[in-house]
């Protein structure tokens, strides 16, 4: 005999454990609206200075209507009355540079940090802390006294090592916490292969270290490329000036033009989009925790 229930399933009419499964996909699917929704809102809000330069350096004066003007003026302005381009190779020099030699000594660094645990390298650890915890103010003025004293004062050079200095501690606890990622058990199947210690650490640990490096190398740049107090007190003639310091001559006593501001905002900001937008794709998470069993 044929119940109800069974005419009901028979009919394709929803059951009770059906239901509870509808409205659970329907509050999975809002509440993935809801953080679509609040992540948008991040992003917008997040977004909103850059949108706001991009847009200010394209508008001029007001008209005699008192509307504005759309266009690339202002952009003109600062290429053919400001040496923008010699502010950009300056920084582009000081930042390379300072890229270049804050991630090598870090690298290097960062593997005895990694592998070995005495006395010498906890004290170094140690000292790292100490020195990186210090505001820089109270580096600057002292800095600038020894500097003068050798002729280093007013030289990209000099801003160079400072830079180099202040993100080295930082760099090296990046390269050895991500070495500490690494199992030794690579290095010793290397040197049971015959590799040297320094073959084992450049073909093992350094060719496995790409994300390390990469992420010390994005941090020593914007250190460098963002700077303004060190590069403000050491360099004096504008032919050594930076972009920050370029930017700044913008800003006058009483009054500052914004169109020409966003313009040289806009390009300070053109190589770091750069440099992320090219060394994204080679981040990756993993890679070397099943290399061993």
């Known amino acids: 005999m044929t119940t109800p229930v069974h005419s009901a399933l028979r009919a394709g009419a929803a059951t009770p454990a059906d239901d509870r499964i509808t409205r659970k996909q329907r509050r999975e699917s809002a509440a993935g609206w809801a953080k679509t929704a609040v992540m948008s809102v991040i992003t917008l809000v997040a977004l ?4 706001m330069i991009l847009v200010l350096s394209v508008r001029s004066g007001q008209t005699a209507a008192g509307t504005y003007s759309w266009n690339f003026s202002n952009y003109v302005e ?7 381009l010699d502010y950009l190779y300056n920084s582009l020099a000081v930042t390379l540079g300072t890229t270049v030699f804050a991630v090598v000594i870090g690298a290097l660094a960062g593997y005895p940090m990694s592998r070995l645990r005495n006395r010498f390298i906890g004290g170094y650890t140690l000292s790292l802390f100490v020195v990186q915890s210090l505001p820089v103010i109270v580096f600057v003025i002292p800095l600038f006294v020894v500097f003068a004293k050798i002729g280093m004062a007013d030289t990209l050079s000099g801003v160079a090592v400072i830079f180099i200095a202040g993100s080295m501690a930082v760099t090296c606890w990046m390269m050895a916490a991500y ?15 015959g590799a040297s210690l320094w073959g084992g650490f450049v073909r093992v640990v350094l060719r496995n270290s790409y994300p390390g ?33 370029g930017l700044q001559t913008y800003f006058q006593q009483n009054a500052t033009d914004w169109g020409p501001v966003m313009a040289m905002s806009v390009v300070m900001l053109l190589p770091p989009v750069m440099v992320f937008a090219v060394l994204n794709r ?5 890679g070397i925790g099943g290399a061993i069993k």
């Open 213 to 245: 490096i990469l992420s010390a190398a994005i941090f020593s740049f914007l250190v460098a490329w963002n700077d303004y107090l060190v590069a403000t007190v050491f360099l004096r003639s504008q032919s050594n000036f930076t972009l920050p310091i």
């Open 48 to 51: 909103a200075p850059i949108i």
């Open 78 to 84: 600062i290429f053919s009355k400001t040496p923008v």
């Open 179 to 193: 070495y500490d990622s690494i199992p030794v058990e690579l290095e010793e199947a290397a040197w049971v292969d």
């Open 282 to 286: 080679f981040f990756s998470i993993g």
